[in-house]
């Protein structure tokens, strides 16, 4: 038996050591100045920040279109480079709010958030105030209250903070009034008047509004107004906190009317079709869209989620390197870069439920979101390393391979902290890769941690480690290497949780 096994272990060892330095080769072809080069233009001023359906991420996505081009990848659609999905935004037309017969003036008296631009009518003589809205382990302001089918009235921010406005707070606290059934929800805020009018267009989203779930206006008001209603007067929301929780009878009436936008936004693919296992898929993603512009203010997301995409066009050219050289990949390499992360993964979602290449023949996805800067509060060699998430939920093949990539040729800090099932701060559902694992296609997230300019304007591309993401580049480009190279695709041999 050891005479038969060891001339078939060195032949695996010998094709290994090949196809190592097959890779060496052209990953050596990748540089930092490449990956400046490409992140200068994808992070610059002229795409305005990439923001979902807006003309700066339509001009990101014909760069890319026109990068892949250059390359010669083939079109990833039959329509072409770019899969198109649907995204709505409303936009107030008119608007009535009349509370205890006092006619309340837009921008000066309330607004309502952008999330909640929906048509209808509301009328109510009783409002239930519940304080700040919280319900938790310490804090239960719902405590003996029943808001179902009520309007109900909140304190912005918690009293920890006082006045000062905390979103995804505010979100949390409109979600529960939500699903205690409160029909409307006024929250009470600082700011007012507003020093400019308040953006007559609403969020997007890309569900459209049915009339199975009833809509749930969410208004804020000033503190005068509120003052009014509970009779209490006041000269911040803090001095407010002590106002008695329960019913208050305050004639309510509100009108909205709106105008649905039908807009649009798209995912770009290229392809690099396989030589023997071209009906196998490997698919290397990031997304390239972001926060966009709010008056004349830029958020570049250079880091998030520029170095990713920059990341794909460099392993893409690369991949097209090697194929012109007669080296091309066995499977076929998709390199997609989506849109919509930022508002809730909407390209990697629309993708996933419309799949141009079948999820069942994709082997891996390699997703990379956020790979050209430092965590600030990272232990080790703070310039040798990157995050690795979900390489252990799906197939028991990845981490293997991932570490012995590792071992043999990069020789990085291989940081598995952020895979684990209790961490606070759930990366593992928070990019695009979680659709694909969502329908059982094995995945590694390659992350460098946040800092103090994520989802900032200040994450610019002179804030960028080009050196360290260069190394973090490699690492993918190695690994989708030998995915697009094995002789089987990868196990799923792990139950989906």
């Known amino acids: 038996m050891k005479q038969i096994l060891l001339p078939l272990a060195l032949l695996l060892l010998v094709t290994a050591f090949a196809q190592k330095n097959d890779a060496a080769k052209f990953a050596a072809t990748m540089t930092a100045q490449d990956l400046k080069s490409k992140l200068t233009i994808i992070a610059g001023a002229q795409m305005e920040g990439r923001e979902t359906a807006t003309p700066g991420q339509k001009r990101a996505a014909a760069f890319i279109e026109n990068f892949f081009k250059s390359i010669g990848l083939q079109p990833g659609t039959p329509n072409g480079y770019q899969l198109s999905y649907p995204v709505y935004q409303d936009s107030l037309t008119a608007v009535s709010f009349i509370l205890s017969n006092n006619t309340l003036v837009l921008d000066k008296d309330f607004i309502i958030t952008p999330t909640s631009f929906v048509t209808g009518s509301w009328k109510t003589n009783e409002i239930v105030f519940a304080s700040y809205g919280i319900s938790d382990s310490v804090t239960n302001n719902y405590s003996g209250l029943d808001v179902k089918d009520k309007w109900v009235l909140l304190l912005e921010g918690s009293p920890n903070d006082g006045d000062r406005p905390n979103f995804r707070a505010a979100r949390a606290k409109i979600m529960l009034a939500r699903t205690k059934g409160a029909k409307g929800i006024i929250i009470v805020s600082k700011d007012f008047p507003k020093t400019k009018p308040s953006s007559l267009k609403g969020s997007m989203y890309v569900t459209k509004q049915t009339g199975s779930v009833a809509p749930v206006p969410v208004i804020n008001i000033s503190i005068s107004t509120a003052s009014a209603i509970l009779g209490k007067s006041a000269a911040s929301v803090a001095d407010l906190k002590n106002a008695v929780r329960g019913v208050y009878n305050a004639d309510l009436s509100l009108a909205i009317t709106t105008n649905t936008n039908n807009l649009e936004s798209t995912d770009v693919i290229g392809v690099l079709p396989g030589t023997d296992k071209k009906d196998e898929y490997v698919l290397i993603t990031g997304h390239y869209d972001h926060l966009g512009k709010r008056d004349s203010v830029i958020w570049y997301g250079a880091d998030d989620d520029g170095s990713g995409t920059t990341g794909v066009l460099e392993m893409a050219q690369t991949f097209a390197k090697a194929k012109a050289k007669g080296d091309g990949p066995r499977r076929t390499m998709v390199f997609m870069t989506v849109s919509g992360e930022e508002e809730g993964l909407w390209g990697s979602d629309y993708y996933t439920s419309h799949p141009v290449f079948p999820l069942e023949k994709t082997t891996v996805d390699l997703n990379t979101d956020m790979v050209g800067r430092i965590d600030p509060g990272y232990k080790g060699d703070s310039l040798n390393y ?90 993918v480009f190695y690994t989708a290497w030998v995915m697009a190279n094995r002789d089987n695709m990868l196990a799923r041999d792990i139950a989906l949780k």
């Open 386 to 475: 990157v995050y690795l998430i979900g390489e252990d939920k799906l197939s028991s093949d990845l981490m293997k391979i991932s570490d012995s990539i590792n071992t043999n040729v990069m020789h990085m800090e291989l940081d598995r902290r952020f895979n684990d099932p209790k961490d606070p701060n759930r990366f593992y559902y928070r990019s695009d890769h979680y659709n694909f694992a969502k329908h059982g296609v094995p995945i590694i997230f390659y992350f460098n941690g946040v800092h103090k300019d994520y989802h900032q304007p200040t994450d610019t591309v002179d804030k960028i480690n080009f050196d360290l993401m260069l190394k973090r580049v490699r690492l």
